[in-house]
């Protein structure tokens, strides 16, 4: 247990990514099983103590003091765990710190009976490093800035093996992950998941920048503005997972029984309405599906007003068989194959585009700035699935960004890395004639899309201009535009202007620009149309 | 048959010692001022008198550029102040010439501890304990949580973290008075001889305490490196505004270290991006706090600056009459 406590630690202190990986894959070389195992389980959120709650603790720590000293203490750490970890009163002669694995046990054999005098005996074997740790690993949420992914990224780092791999097993696997352990660090055979309904990490697409690609080797698809899932059915079950691995079935129950065959199936989840185009009937707005989206529970009313269905890209794996290593042509015939045998109301197919040249699906792509697209994905006709994002094979070619003109109004430190830059950037546009005393409206945020260089010389601009200071935040003096990029803009009461974008960023800083030049609002509101779904 | 205490009293700006028409660490301009240490929000500048240890005009001097009223007073000696006041200055134990100020009048004992901790330091005596009838204690680190470990297992933290990444540099931010050369002394006690990189606020300070007798070793300014490299390896130190400031970029990769006693809570360390926290503190813990007062043994305890809230819990579940001055312009020091 010492050894996971320093790791945490060390953890809650390390802002570099790096040496974040760096710290758990060294632990995980260094630590014998299963106590490593558990601690992997414990970074990835993967356990859970019905017994040990953050409620549980503070009733443990009422009978050891003075409430009011407790309330104080509390307000003032911010966490329940660190604060009891800080205040436990520690016996003089402490008995053997656990290991993991034994912290593992004692608290799964808790009740809401015993867990008064069993988490104490525990707690009471441990220094207040070590109760932190042990109080964090009972109630789950860690807060130390670690995803899941990035322990698992460790993971694959550690031992030298490939990450999508290590997804790929994950969920079919449970703590402390035995086998996972047997074939990335002893070189077991890799563990068989063939049976169980397994998140496969997807395939993805890098930008088109500028060049083109040839449609004899490329096919071209929509790119849908829903959330890109896949459908795995085995063993008699059917997941939904969203792109990070996320098990969302629960959202979506509607979907759980439409899969009659063991696949795996690459689509966009959408839900009904008129708005976006397809073979068998439309779907409705981004906004409508994230009516659905984060749901634990859905009620039969959501069910009924927002039906989800899937468009589906790309087959994996059918009945048995992993086609991920055979072209896209190849797999996407198997796919229409599938489509008979489909729902039509929860399945249909993303079509392919047709295409005379690059320039005919320029000009189709240009064209579907009204459709609610995201724009076209290219991908490579002989193509495998491969896991990750592989140069060349698929391509993401989204609509033209919208631009428009703003000036530089506040800016705010930036972090990691950024944080002694003025990295992050309001900017805002005219609410009227500029040069008859109109204002500026914030109407963005963006902190991406320029050089170090660049950045290095607006860092110095801030400070030069700096008319005030709120926290980590400065207001400037109005000299600066911005010609800012996004993808779209809408009404927002967040915002003062009662517009927001999504996607902005700084396209070019206009450096010679006068203020005065820079857009409107009224101009920025014309643009809700171009790039508004209709709803 | 007067009010006892009657004739010193909390005010809004500092403690009014009545008869004598003189204040304790005011923070506003007055005729007659008592300061307990150099601290910015204890010692303001601009009095008519200002009544203080040696080493504390000093450091107002340093920082106010003048030292005119300035009424040196050592540790034990007795000042009579006006209308039968005795005034009393005793070590403290918090900076270079920090006292508590003893005051005798009408055969009532009052002692006021300015700022103070009871752990060793090497930059000043320790805190004496001293009896009182009233006793006007702080209470920056007024919470059962706060616990400060022996300094030399902080000190130890930085020498081991140095020695591990050997291609960085360990950047501390600690308050530029008391803080930064307490941690360069218990460096050089724990055997750390190499060249110290000091921030330029940091500078005069320090020359400051070897002036008075506290040797600090070779340091140099971090603008006078040769090169990024001439400082790998090496601990610098910097007032905590400068650690996440543009002028740590010309450091090579900093470990950013942070000296202070609110590192003890790990939300605190991150919010200011700090990879390794250092609890070090110049102030009184919890457990310091409440010996202190059983030691000291009043008849009252008035609470001044801090968590006053738990310690004024601590005094009632130990059934002792206390309670919490309002003063104002006290700030929690960055320690
Ligand atoms: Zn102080
Ligand atoms: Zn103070």
């Known amino acids: 247990m010492e050894r996971f406590a320093a790791l945490l630690d060390a953890l809650v202190y390390t802002i570099s990514r790096n040496r974040k990986l760096a710290l758990i894959a060294d632990y995980l070389r260094e630590t014998p099983d299963p106590d490593r195992g558990w601690a992997l389980a414990a970074l990835t959120g993967g356990l859970d103590f019905p017994a040990v709650k953050s409620g549980t603790v503070r009733a443990l720590m009422m009978e050891r003091i003075d409430p009011v000293l407790w309330t104080l203490s509390r307000d003032f750490v911010g966490d329940t765990a660190e604060t009891a970890s800080l205040l436990w009163p520690a016996p003089a002669q402490a008995p053997a710190p656990p290991s993991v694995s034994e912290a593992v046990a004692l608290l799964s054999a808790m009740t809401r009976k015993s867990v008064a005098a069993e988490l104490a005996a525990l707690l009471d074997r441990l220094d207040a490093t070590g109760r932190f740790a042990l109080l964090k690993l009972a109630t789950g949420g860690m807060r130390i800035g670690v995803s899941s992914r990035l322990a698992k990224t460790a993971f694959a780092q550690a031992f030298a093996v490939d990450v999508e791999q290590v997804e790929e097993y994950w969920h079919g696997l449970a703590p402390p992950y035995p086998e996972l352990f047997a074939w990335a660090a002893h070189g077991a055979p890799p563990p068989d998941i063939d049976n169980l309904p397994t998140f496969r990490p997807f395939m993805l697409a890098h930008p088109l920048e500028d060049g083109t690609v040839d449609l004899a080797d490329y096919a071209a698809e929509w790119k849908w503005d829903g959330i890109r899932v896949q459908l795995v059915r085995a063993g008699e079950q059917t997941r939904i997972y969203s792109r990070s691995g996320d098990d969302i079935s629960a959202t979506f129950p509607e979907l759980l029984d439409a899969l009659p065959f063991p696949a795996v199936l690459d689509g966009e989840l959408l839900v009904r309405g008129a708005h976006q185009g397809g073979k068998t009937g439309g779907a409705a707005s981004f906004n409508a599906l994230q009516q659905r989206l984060g749901r634990k529970t859905v009620s039969k009313a959501m069910l009924a007003e927002f039906p989800a269905f899937v468009r589906l890209y790309d087959a994996l794996i059918v009945e048995g068989t992993d086609l991920r290593s055979l072209g896209w042509a190849k797999r996407r015939a198997a796919l229409e194959a599938l489509i008979p045998r489909l729902p039509g109301t929860r399945f249909d197919l993303s079509e392919v585009v047709e295409a005379r040249d690059f320039d005919h699906l320029a000009e189709i792509r240009a064209g579907a700035r009204d459709e609610a697209i995201e724009g076209l994905m290219l991908k490579r006709r002989d193509s495998p699935y491969i896991a990750g994002r592989k140069v060349g094979l698929w391509y993401k070619w989204k609509r033209d960004p919208l631009l428009v003109d703003c000036v530089l109004m506040y800016a705010q430190r930036g972090s990691g890395k950024r944080s002694s830059f003025y990295s992050d950037y309001t900017f805002g546009c005219w609410d009227g004639d500029p040069d008859n005393g109109a204002e500026l409206l914030p109407v963005g945020k963006a902190y991406s899309g320029f050089t170090d260089e660049e950045l290095k010389r607006l860092d110095r601009l801030v400070r030069q201009t700096t008319v005030n200071r709120f926290g980590p935040v400065r207001e400037v003096e109005r000299t600066l535009v911005f010609e800012v990029a996004f993808d779209s803009v809408h009404e927002s009461k967040r915002h003062k202007s009662g517009l927001a974008m999504r996607f902005p960023r700084i396209h070019r800083i206009r450096w010679d620009k006068p203020v005065h030049e820079a857009d409107r609002i009224e101009a920025l509101r014309a643009l809700i149309h171009q790039s508004d779904r209709p709803d | ?335």
């Open chain 2, 1 to 335: 048959m007067t009010v006892p205490f009657s004739w010193i009293r909390p005010e809004p700006h500092g403690i009014y010692i009545a008869p004598a028409d003189a204040w304790v660490d005011p923070s506003r301009p007055v005729s007659r001022a008592l300061v307990t240490h150099g601290h910015a929000d204890h010692a303001r500048g601009g009095h008519e008198a200002t009544l203080a240890t040696p080493e504390t005009l000093a450091i107002m001097e340093l920082r106010y550029q003048t030292r005119e009223g300035a009424l040196p007073v050592s540790y034990g000696e007795t000042m009579r102040l006006p209308g039968n006041v005795q005034a009393t200055f005793i070590p403290a134990g918090h900076v270079l010439g920090s006292a508590q100020v003893l005051l005798e009048h009408a055969g009532e004992r009052v002692v006021i501890t300015g700022d103070y901790k009871r752990r060793h330091d090497p930059t000043c005596p320790p805190f004496e304990v001293t009896g009182c009838d009233v006793f006007i204690t702080e209470a920056t680190f007024g919470l059962p949580l706060f616990t400060h470990p022996p300094i030399q297992h902080e000190i130890g933290k930085l020498l081991d973290r140095l020695a591990a990444e050997p291609e960085r540099c360990v950047l501390v931010g600690a308050y530029a008075l008391g803080k930064a050369q307490r941690v360069i002394a218990e460096l050089r006690a724990a055997g750390h001889n190499d060249t110290i990189w000091l921030h330029g606020a940091m500078e005069r300070m320090c020359r400051l305490y070897e002036e008075h007798g506290v040797p600090l070793g070779d340091l140099r300014l971090v603008s006078d490196a040769p090169s990024k490299d001439a400082l790998r390896g090496h601990v610098a130190i910097c007032p905590p505004s400068a650690l996440n400031d543009r002028w740590s970029r010309r450091l090579p990769d900093p470990v950013t270290a942070m000296a202070s006693g609110w590192m003890m809570v790990r939300q605190r360390a991150r919010q200011r991006g700090v990879e390794l926290p250092l609890v070090i503190s110049d102030h009184a813990d919890w457990h310091e706090l409440t010996t202190t007062i059983a030691e000291v043994n009043p008849s009252e305890t008035w609470i001044t600056h801090g968590r006053e809230d738990a310690l004024l819990r601590w005094c009632e579940l130990h059934q002792r009459k206390a309670h919490a001055l309002a003063l104002v312009g006290y700030e929690d020091e960055d320690d």
